[in-house]
C-alpha cells in the first residue's frame, strides 16, 4: 500500500480499516466544531471515527501532546485494528489533521496511509457515506518499532540541523501576532518557512512530489539531509513531515512547536523572514 492512495483505490480496495481523523481542538481561529457528531452524520462507508481530539496526553499543560504509544494502541485495538491491518485515514479539515493521525499511528509502528483529497473529494465524486456512529469488534494490535520521530524541547535547544516551519509567513516573521496570548512572536531561530498550503492543489489533493520539492528547495531545505518540521501546536507540522515522507525523508516533529518555544522565557526568538 502506498502512503498515498486514491478514491478510486480505497474504493475498490478490500479488508482496509478506513479512519476519519478529523480534529479541531486546539487549531487557534478555527470555528467551532464537532467532529463526532459530523461523523454520525455522514462519513465514508465502512469508516470508523479515531477521536483524534482525545488521541492526546492530557496531562500536559500544551495542546494536542503526543499520546504513549500504549494510548495508541489501545485505541487501535478499540477501532477493530489488529497488528497487520492495513489502515487509510482521512479528514474533513482545511488543516489536513489526518497528517497528523499518520504521524501518530506512525510513533506504534503502524504502516498506514492518507486518502488524497480526503471527505471533500470522496464526496464530490459521489462515492458511497454512511450516518451514524461505527460499530467494531476489538482488535489484537500490538505496536511495532516507531517509523516516525518525535523532538522534545531540551533536544531542539540543542538542534542544530534543518528545521521546517509550516505556519503561515506572517506567523513566522511575527508580522502576525501568535493567537495565544502567552506565546511571543516569531520563530525557532534558524528555522525556515515552508507554509504547508503550497503542498495542495485547490480540490485539496496533493500536488505533484516534484512539487513539493521544488517547495522545499526554495526554502533552502535540503531532503538529503535530516530535517525536523514544527508549527504552532504540532499538527500541521506532520503535513511538512508527510510531505518529506514522499520524497524519502523521515523527518523527526517538535510536538510542542511554538507553542512551547513561543512561551519559554529562556528560549530565543527570532522575527523577519529567515
Known amino acids: 500500500m502506498d502512503s498515498l492512495v486514491t478514491t478510486d483505490w480505497l474504493a475498490g480496495a478490500p479488508n482496509v480499516l478506513v479512519l476519519d ?12 466544531r464537532n467532529p ?17 481530539d482525545t488521541l492526546v496526553d492530557d496531562t500536559s499543560p500544551l495542546p494536542s501532546t503526543v499520546p504513549t504509544v500504549a494510548m495508541i494502541a489501545e485505541r487501535l485495538r478499540a477501532l477493530g485494528a489488529d497488528t497487520e491491518t492495513q489502515i487509510v ?60 520521530q518525535v523532538r522534545t524541547l531540551e533536544q531542539m535547544k540543542g538542534e542544530t540541523g534543518q528545521i ?24 525557532i531561530p534558524g528555522s525556515r518557512s515552508v507554509p504547508y498550503p503550497r503542498f495542495f492543489n485547490p480540490d485539496g489533493t496533493w500536488k505533484h512530489p516534484d512539487h513539493i520539492r521544488s517547495v522545499f528547495e526554495e ?9 525536523v518540521t514544527t508549527c504552532g501546536s504540532g499538527i500541521t507540522a506532520a503535513i511538512l513531515a508527510f510531505g518529506a515522507h514522499l520524497l ?9 512547536s511554538w507553542t512551547e518555544w513561543g512561551s519559554r522565557p529562556e528560549t530565543a526568538k527570532a522575527l523577519g523572514p529567515a
Open 248 to 256: 524519502d525523508n523521515e523527518a523527526a516533529l517538535y510536538d510542542g
Open 36 to 52: 463526532r457528531a459530523e461523523f454520525e452524520a455522514e462519513h465514508i462507508h465502512g469508516a470508523r471515527f479515531l477521536d483524534l
Open 89 to 148: 485515514l482521512y479528514d474533513n479539515s482545511p488543516h489536513h489533521t489526518a497528517c497528523r493521525a499518520w504521524w501518530v499511528l506512525r510513533l506504534a509502528g503502524v504502516d498506514v496511509a492518507l486518502l488524497d483529497g480526503g471527505m471533500a473529494k470522496w464526496k464530490a465524486e459521489g462515492r458511497a457515506c454512511a450516518t451514524g456512529p461505527h460499530h467494531a469488534q476489538p482488535g489484537s494490535f500490538e505496536p511495532r518499532t516507531p517509523k516516525a
Open 21 to 32: 481523523a478529523t480534529y479541531t481542538s486546539t487549531i487557534p481561529g478555527s470555528p467551532p
Open 219 to 227: 526554502s533552502r531545505i535540503d531532503l538529503a539531509q535530516p530535517l
Open 164 to 187: 521546517a516551519d509550516a505556519r503561515s509567513a506572517a506567523r513566522f516573521t511575527g508580522e502576525e501576532p501568535d493567537p495565544r496570548a502567552e506565546v511571543a512572536a516569531g520563530h
